[in-house]
């Protein structure tokens, strides 16, 4: 709904009866908060919160006093259903989720689809976002770009995303927990190539913000040894379209130096080659005589 609908429909300022909101909230900063954000989120009826303690935090600092429901993730189906009900009877509500855009790796998604399809009106209301965030900082191309949000978190799902991603030639935005970031740039380097250029965000728009530039493999060097907290976009360059090596080859150099790592820390050469071809569904053989002619190089 564009502000020329709402002047010719309501009172200047007023909601729209059985409206939808999808209020983006900052990921950090709270200055990021926009005043048609607040106001709106001071307006509705009703504010569908993916965590309610979250959401009451940020309400408390704006001094909004609102009435909240949970709606996330393992409930969504379920709550999209109640929330379409007040919408249908001409409820404004707001969809908020901790940081960022609702429906972006957050829950909404469902809702939207929902209330789009009873002819409902769907509002954005934009702010900050972590995604273009990192993306304008990081220094790479940005004229085109994917979005994948998190990967898949079972390491089967996981390999044949990033399997897929190995050919993009457009910049790559991921979404990593710090649990998970070293396995993560593990995988990458080994789908990817070691020389794949990446940024690795960190705390954006936050006190300790942070933006750490190198190839996947010093990445995975340097990364493996921090201790890692906080939260992290990953920016990778996409494919160079002239790039002559070919995906296997950069994978095995990746896996050679996974086998010399774990052999410097007292593991056998053969038991390791072993396991990693198992893991990787890779030739046992053809990776053994890969490592043996480049430990001979």
């Not at 993560?184 to 020389?195: D, I, M, N, S, V």
């Amino acid at each position: 709904m564009n502000e020329e609908y709402r002047a010719s429909n309501q009172p200047q300022g007023e909601p729209v009866a059985g409206c939808l909101y999808l209020v983006t909230t900052p990921i950090g900063n709270l200055e990021d908060l926009t005043p048609r954000a607040a106001r709106i989120l001071k307006e509705v009826d009703l504010i569908a919160a993916e965590d309610t303690r979250q959401t009451r935090k940020l309400l408390a600092h704006l001094g909004i006093q609102q009435r909240i429901v949970s709606y996330y993730r393992e409930k969504e189906q379920e709550r999209a259903a109640l929330l379409l009900e007040y919408l249908k009877n001409g409820a404004q509500i707001a969809v908020v989720s901790d940081a960022g855009t609702p429906g972006l790796s957050d829950p909404g998604a469902v809702l939207v689809a929902k209330a789009v399809a009873s002819g409902i009106q769907v509002v954005p209301v934009p702010g900050v976002s972590a995604c273009l965030a990192a993306l304008v900082a990081s220094g790479l191309p940005t004229h085109r770009f994917v979005f994948e949000g998190f990967l898949p978190r079972k390491p089967k799902e996981k390999k044949a995303r990033l399997a897929a991603l190995a050919g993009e030639e457009r910049t790559i935005v991921l979404y990593e927990a710090p649990h998970r970031l070293t396995e993560t740039l593990e995988l990458l380097a080994r789908q990817l190539g070691p020389e794949r250029p990446v940024v690795i965000a960190r705390e954006l728009t936050k006190k300790f913000e942070e933006f750490w530039r190198g190839t996947l493999a010093e990445a995975v060097r340097v990364w493996s040894a921090r201790d890692v907290r906080g939260e992290f976009t990953l920016v990778l360059a996409g494919r160079s379209p002239e790039a002559e090596e070919e995906p296997e080859a950069a994978d095995y150099e990746c896996l050679y130096q996974e086998i010399q790592q774990r052999c410097r820390a007292g593991e056998k050469a053969s038991a390791v080659i072993r396991e990693i071809a198992q893991r990787d569904n890779l030739s046992r053989s053809d990776l053994y005589q890969y490592y043996q002619k480049r430990k001979g190089d």
